[in-house]
Antibody, heavy 122, light 110 residues
Framework: QVQLVESGGGVVQPGRPLRLSCAAS????????MHWVRQAPGKGLEWLAV????????YYADSVKGRFTISRDNSKNTLYLQMDSLRVEDTAVYYC???????????????WGQGTMVTVSS | QSALTQPASVSGSPGQSITISCTGT?????????VSWYQQHPGKAPKLMIY???NRPSGVSNRFSGSKSGNTASLTISGLQAEDEADYYC??????????FGTGTKATVL
């Protein structure tokens, strides 16, 4: 079954780190670029980061650059988002998503996980 | 990286057509044909409806169509149905090698 499953969300204090995981199955994970996208409660979608299929290229939104790191382990079919120095405004549902075509970073996302909730609160 | 501008809401009666606009700049929407549209129902993950400005993924109804003129992209839903009631987001690749979403539009079927 082709799917993405996020995990690692929860409640964390401001300033603390958290790492999210996204487990891929049913497709050749190592051939696809991957994104992280988040959605604060009652708000719209916010793009966060993208990583190339082989992991050599990463790009970030200004809002998380320097605090968040996207990475992947193609041997484990898993995407990660390391979130450091978390802020209250980082509270959101975090989605991982697959780029539609193999190898390319420059296309839409056709497969999304169900999301994992991160709450930053003291 | 300012969000692309979409109307907050649009509405139409069953069977009618609605169009949602998505306005950016020459550094995103106007500069690339990597504009996509997503549908999101409450509590659900986004679903890809249009990619590459005007292409429909397999399985998406042909009632959904996309276009672009200058810095503005548009999503049109024809033959509006109750199940089309959802939030819609546009997205574009940018000159900074990043992506940006639109502000989102709530589509209501009257």
């Amino acid at each position: 079954q082709v799917q993405l499953v996020e995990s690692g969300g929860g409640v964390v204090q401001p300033g603390r780190p958290l790492r999210l995981s996204c487990a891929a199955s049913g497709f050749t994970f190592r051939s696809y670029a991957m994104h992280w996208v988040r959605q604060a409660p009652g708000k719209g979608l916010e793009w966060l980061a993208v990583i190339s299929y082989e992991g050599s290229k990463e790009y970030y939104a200004d809002s998380v650059k320097g605090r968040f790191t996207i990475s992947r382990d193609n041997s484990k079919n898993t995407l990660y988002l390391q979130m450091d120095s978390l802020r209250v405004e980082d509270t959101a549902v975090y989605y991982c998503a697959r780029v539609r075509v193999e190898v390319s970073r420059l296309d839409a996302c056709d497969l999304w996980g169900q999301g994992t909730m991160v709450t930053v609160s003291s | 990286q300012s969000a692309l501008t979409q109307p907050a809401s649009v509405s139409g009666s069953p069977g009618q057509s609605i169009t949602i606009s998505c306005t950016g700049t020459s550094s995103d929407v106007g500069g690339y044909n990597y504009v996509s549209w997503y549908q999101q129902h409450p509590g659900k993950a986004p679903k890809l409806m249009i990619y590459g400005v005007s292409n429909r993924p397999s399985g998406v109804s042909n009632r959904f169509s996309g276009s672009k003129s200058g810095n503005t992209a548009s999503l049109t839903i024809s033959g509006l149905q109750a199940e089309d009631e959802a939030d819609y987001y546009c997205s574009s690749y940018t000159s900074s090698s990043t992506y940006v979403f639109g502000t989102g539009t709530k589509a209501t079927v009257l």
